[in-house]
């Protein structure tokens, strides 16, 4: 078997600049939700010696002075250019998985040897042509062996974006000069512990007996130490049915408003709904927390959370979001000022099986309501609420976050289309 790992370089900023070549060259960070801390940097801002998860005020100074780009996260944008990545590498690949917005690893099984190199090259030239990304592809016989040949193709231009480990000098060398806390399934968790018992490369790590991984790391080590020497460990898995799903957003501003608060409240139950159908699952109960500002010891605190559990498990929007606000109501107390609202749905099973409840449960609501959240998945592109609840939010979901340096939704609004002069 072989791997490639395509990893999108710093693939936020990169979002950014796809459609804003001003930004070329220039140090550049993308903030978290509501502009609190840096969440991806350029190689000109990781230069410059900001940190991930730099809070924002820490850095204004910067942006104030000219130094420093600043953009809000627009994940509608980096969400589309992701599924247009993916979708050039599903028609270059006989398979490929998705392992995050801006990576994949291509199972190349069956391609020509000689195709493998010219077919990576191309991939790297199309995804930039096609949608402004530069990608890096690592090569090799394992998937772990990937991620650290594609460490090599990001770091040194002298691989032309694409490195292949297919050889024990190759292998040896490249664990030699790989920290093993850059290691895939070892990170910073174990990765001091390791360095504190001498283990400081990746090759290291592969010179330890079997015995001494597996007492050290259990069998999530093991695989890791196999993948590293070269033995396919770690199989495609297929992804567990959720236990919990939360939609929650911190607010720019405290509020104590009932009608405000109920906007929110609809809206995160409305996504935990849409999360709920895109699953194929449904939640038999639906949770509300509130929380006021922990940071303002001159207010009074209050952190209340309620569940309202349903006869039958559902997946539709009014169902989650009638039980959300039921569940709202039980705990809102107009004297405080909230900073945080979320709603969790859990106690999650297949919607495939799901039994009515006899006399308590009206099944032809049911098929409405059902039906009627299908039409609202289909027209409600990206995150627009174009059909909503009257208790809904109008516009994009993301409304009412501080989002001070957002960019356009270039790619999925006729409103934000590129203008060309």
Same mark, same amino acid.
Not at 12 to 41: I, K, M, T, Y
Not at 212 to 235: D, F, N, P, S, Y
């Given at each position: 078997?072989?791997?490639?790992?395509?990893?999108?370089?710093?693939?936020?900023?990169?979002?950014?600049?796809?459609?804003?070549?001003?930004?070329?060259?220039?140090?550049?960070?993308?903030?978290?939700?509501?502009?609190?801390?840096?969440?991806?940097?350029?190689?000109?801002?990781?230069?410059?010696?900001?940190?991930?998860?730099?809070?924002?005020?820490?850095?204004?100074?910067?942006?104030?002075?000219?130094?420093?780009?600043?953009?809000?996260?627009?994940?509608?944008?980096?969400?589309?250019?992701?599924?247009?990545?993916?979708?050039?590498?599903?028609?270059?690949?006989?398979?490929?998985?998705?392992?995050?917005?801006?990576?994949?690893?291509?199972?190349?099984? %069956?391609?020509?040897?000689?195709?493998?190199?010219?077919?990576? #090259?191309?991939?790297? /030239?199309?995804?930039? @042509?096609?949608? *402004? =990304?530069?990608?890096?592809?690592?090569?090799?016989?394992?998937?772990?062996?990937?991620?650290?040949?594609?460490?090599?193709?990001?770091?040194?231009?002298?691989?032309?974006?694409?490195?292949?480990?297919?050889?024990?000098?190759?292998?040896?060398?490249?664990?030699?000069?790989?920290?093993?806390?850059?290691?895939?399934?070892?990170?910073?968790?174990?990765?001091?512990?390791?360095? %504190?018992?001498?283990?400081?490369?990746?090759?290291?790590?592969? #010179?330890?007996?079997? /015995?001494?991984?597996? @007492?050290?790391? *259990? =069998?999530?080590?093991?695989?890791?130490?196999?993948?590293?020497?070269?033995?396919?460990?770690?199989?495609?898995?297929?992804?567990?049915?959720?236990?919990?799903?939360?939609?929650?957003?911190?607010?720019?501003?405290?509020?104590?408003?009932?009608?405000?608060?109920?906007?929110?409240?609809?809206?995160?139950?409305?996504?935990?709904?849409?999360?709920?159908?895109?699953?194929?699952?449904?939640?038999?109960?639906?949770?509300?927390?509130?929380?006021?500002?922990?940071?303002?010891?001159?207010?009074?605190?209050?952190?209340?959370?309620?569940?309202?559990?349903?006869?039958?498990?559902?997946?539709?929007?009014?169902?989650?979001?009638?039980?959300?606000?039921?569940?709202?109501?039980?705990?809102?107390?107009?004297?405080?000022?909230?900073?945080?609202?979320?709603?969790?749905?859990?106690?999650?099973?297949?919607?495939?099986?799901?039994?009515?409840?006899?006399?308590?449960?009206?099944?032809?609501?049911?098929?409405?309501?059902?039906?009627?959240?299908?039409?609202?998945?289909?027209?409600?592109?990206?995150?627009?609420?174009?059909?909503?609840?009257?208790?809904?939010?109008?516009?994009?979901?993301?409304?009412?976050?501080?989002?001070?340096?957002?960019?356009?939704?270039?790619?999925?609004?006729?409103?934000?289309?590129?203008?060309?002069?």
């Amino acid at each position: 078997m072989v791997y490639a790992l395509v990893d999108c370089n710093n693939f936020f900023v990169s979002c950014e600049r796809a459609f804003q070549p001003e930004l070329e060259g220039r140090p550049v960070v993308v903030l978290s939700n509501n502009d609190g801390c840096v969440v991806a940097r350029s190689n000109e801002s990781k230069a410059m010696g900001i940190k991930m998860g730099t809070p924002f005020f820490k850095v204004k100074h910067l942006v104030d002075a000219g130094t420093l780009e600043v953009r809000s996260s627009n994940y509608s944008l980096y969400g589309d250019l992701s599924r247009r990545v993916m979708h050039i590498l599903a028609e270059a690949a006989p398979r490929i998985e998705i392992y995050s917005i801006d990576e994949a690893f291509m199972l190349l099984d %069956g391609v020509p040897e000689a195709d493998l190199l010219p077919l990576c #090259r191309d991939l790297i /030239v199309r995804i930039r @042509r096609w949608v *402004g =990304i530069p990608v890096s592809i690592g090569l090799a016989p394992t998937k772990t062996l990937a991620k650290v040949a594609n460490h090599f193709a990001k770091r040194y231009p002298g691989y032309r974006g694409v490195c292949r480990i297919d050889d024990e000098t190759k292998r040896e060398k490249a664990l030699q000069l790989t920290p093993v806390d850059d290691v895939w399934g070892i990170g910073w968790r174990m990765g001091p512990k390791l360095k %504190g018992l001498g283990v400081n490369t990746a090759y290291d790590f592969t #010179r330890r007996p079997e /015995v001494w991984v597996h @007492r050290l790391m *259990g =069998i999530t080590g093991v695989r890791t130490w196999k993948e590293l020497q070269g033995m396919e460990a770690v199989q495609e898995e297929t992804p567990a049915r959720r236990q919990s799903i939360c939609t929650s957003r911190s607010f720019a501003d405290m509020t104590g408003d009932t009608q405000e608060l109920t906007l929110k409240i609809s809206d995160f139950a409305a996504m935990c709904a849409q999360k709920l159908r895109k699953d194929g699952s449904a939640a038999y109960c639906v949770s509300v927390f509130l929380y006021t500002n922990r940071f303002r010891e001159d207010l009074d605190q209050y952190y209340p959370q309620a569940t309202i559990r349903l006869p039958v498990p559902a997946s539709s929007t009014p169902e989650i979001v009638g039980a959300a606000l039921r569940a709202f109501r039980t705990v809102y107390r107009p004297e405080f000022l909230y900073k945080k609202a979320g709603v969790i749905v859990h106690d999650i099973v297949d919607g495939a099986s799901i039994q009515g409840a006899m006399f308590e449960y009206d099944d032809a609501v049911r098929l409405r309501q059902d039906k009627l959240s299908e039409v609202m998945d289909q027209v409600n592109t990206e995150g627009r609420n174009l059909l909503r609840l009257a208790t809904q939010r109008p516009g994009h979901y993301a409304d009412g976050i501080r989002r001070e340096h957002c960019s356009r939704l270039y790619s999925t609004s006729w409103d934000d289309i590129l203008e060309i002069h």
